[in-house]
Structure formats: structure tokens, C-alpha cells
């Protein structure tokens, strides 16, 4: 028996703190600390995701998610096999990629280091391993293209379009940094 649970995205409720640069502010949007999917669902604001069980048993997720300016940042990881399926907040691009354990996208195989790049609108549908971790990017899109402009990396994306990135197409340490 699958089970199914879903979030909608809500405004996001969390103290804003001063940041080291002036004028930046930082907050953590959703802490995740789910016994269930249905919990996970609940926490994962602003992204709307639903997750249905591919093994039976308790499904932990745990991990956060950090607004940093017009920046979302988060990590993410869960204990059963699972479908997420969701769309990409709006007006954001995002970039997901694997950090432990693997997921398939459509018919490619993700692993540590490789992962998706999804524009605004985009639709992600992926089954994850057991054990599965990820960290996730997502930038309003017109800064997304000012930073890519600005450090002359060719990584735009069309609006709805998802696109699949070997661990070879970005370094995943260079964008978090």
C-alpha cells in the first residue's frame, strides 16, 4: 500500500536575523524533522512537494531550508525508498543535485555530484533511494541569469524545461560557496 502526502507552499513564517553583510538578511524557512512523509510534506515550505512510500515503514526526513537574501538553500534527506513529485517554487530556477544515495529521473540515473536543473514552472518527478540526501539551490530567475552573466557560466534554463547535469557539468562545492 502507497501513501501519498502533499504540502502546498504557504508564506514563509520565520524570525529574519542580520546577516554579516549589510543589508542581507537570513532566515530559516522550514526546519525538517519528519517521522512521515505526510509530516515532511507539511515542512518543506516553500517547495510543494508530494511524496508517495515505494517501501513499507516509518519515513524520517530531516534537514532545513535557509532563505539568504533572495537565495533558498536546502538539504534534505529521507530513510525509505520514495516518488517526490512537485513543481519548482515560482518564478525560481532551481538546481538539485544528489549528495548520497541515488535517484532516477525519467530514465537517468543520478548519483552523488549530478543532478537537475529545473526552470520556473518546471515539474520535478524523481524515486529516490533508501538513505537518499540532496542540496537544493533555487534563485528568482532574473538573478539566477545576473549571477551567471556575472561569473560566465553558460547554465540557463527555458521556462517549465528540466534539465538532467552529470556531476562533470557543475561543480556542486563552487555554487555553494
Known amino acids: 500500500m502507497s501513501r501519498i502526502a502533499t504540502a502546498t507552499p504557504t508564506h514563509l513564517h520565520a524570525a529574519t536575523k542580520p546577516a554579516a553583510i549589510p ?3 537570513w532566515a530559516l524557512t522550514s526546519r ?6 505526510e509530516e515532511a ?3 518543506m515550505r516553500p517547495w510543494a512537494f508530494e511524496y508517495t512510500h515505494l517501501e513499507p515503514g516509518p519515513a524520517g526526513m530531516h534537514g532545513f531550508i535557509l532563505q539568504l537574501g ?3 538553500v536546502g538539504r534534505w534527506s529521507g530513510s525509505l525508498a520514495k516518488v517526490i513529485r512537485g513543481p519548482v517554487p515560482e518564478g525560481m530556477i532551481a538546481l538539485i543535485a544528489a549528495t548520497r544515495g541515488f535517484a532516477r529521473v525519467g530514465t537517468t540515473y543520478i548519483s552523488p555530484g ?6 520556473p514552472g518546471a515539474e ?3 524515486f529516490t533511494s533508501r538513505h537518499f540526501e540532496s542540496v537544493s539551490i533555487a534563485l528568482n530567475q532574473d538573478k539566477w541569469r545576473e549571477l551567471l552573466a556575472a561569473e560566465g557560466i553558460d547554465l540557463d534554463i527555458a521556462e ?3 534539465r538532467l547535469m552529470p ?8 555554487l555553494l560557496t
Open 167 to 174: 556531476a562533470t557539468a557543475f561543480d556542486v562545492d563552487r
Open 41 to 43: 510534506a507539511q515542512q
Open 124 to 126: 520535478l518527478h524523481a
Open 114 to 119: 549530478a543532478g537537475a536543473l529545473a526552470g
Open 32 to 37: 525538517i524533522d519528519a517521522d512521515s512523509l
Open 23 to 25: 543589508g542581507q538578511t
Open 160 to 162: 517549465a524545461e528540466t
Open 70 to 72: 533572495p537565495l533558498l
